[in-house]
């Protein structure tokens, strides 16, 4: 018998981070979607979090105030969102994509195991801990 390799996770990257993020998560084997290759510069969050939660894919932000603004956080949770914040917003896009390639496969068993919609933090030692679930 004959295992075949996991699906590759999908990732939507928001404008927030854009394309500076992109490359270390597709070499590290992550399926990435840009927020500019899909929606227009300025649609409001609550747009974009509804469309992309009806895909299933990740979202990965270094909004950390995307958890406070109710019509934000009310679409992320509606749509079932998993939402991954980098937490850390003092460093470089070099060094925080570095940081984020490297918990891929964190991401990868999170989502395996938190039933969605949830948001997640990434921290710098690219660890990933549950901020928040919907009850």
Do not use: C
């Not at 490359?23 to 979090?49: I, N, T």
């Amino acid at each position: 018998m004959k295992l075949e390799p996991p699906d590759p996770i999908e990732i939507f990257i928001d404008r927030a981070l854009g394309r500076r993020i992109a490359g270390p998560l597709v070499e590290a084997g992550a399926v990435v979607h840009l927020h500019d290759d899909h929606f227009d510069q300025g649609v409001e969050d609550h747009v974009w979090l509804k469309e992309v939660g009806k895909l299933g894919w990740i979202v990965l932000t270094k909004d950390q105030r995307i958890r406070y603004r109710a019509i934000e956080r009310e679409a992320l949770l509606n749509a079932g969102v998993k939402a991954f914040i980098f937490m850390s917003g003092s460093v470089p896009f070099s060094e925080m994509a570095k940081i984020i390639a490297k918990a891929l496969r964190a991401i990868e068993k999170f989502v395996r195991i938190h039933q969605p919609p949830f948001i997640a933090g990434i921290y710098k030692d690219a660890s990933v801990k549950l901020i928040f679930q919907q009850p």
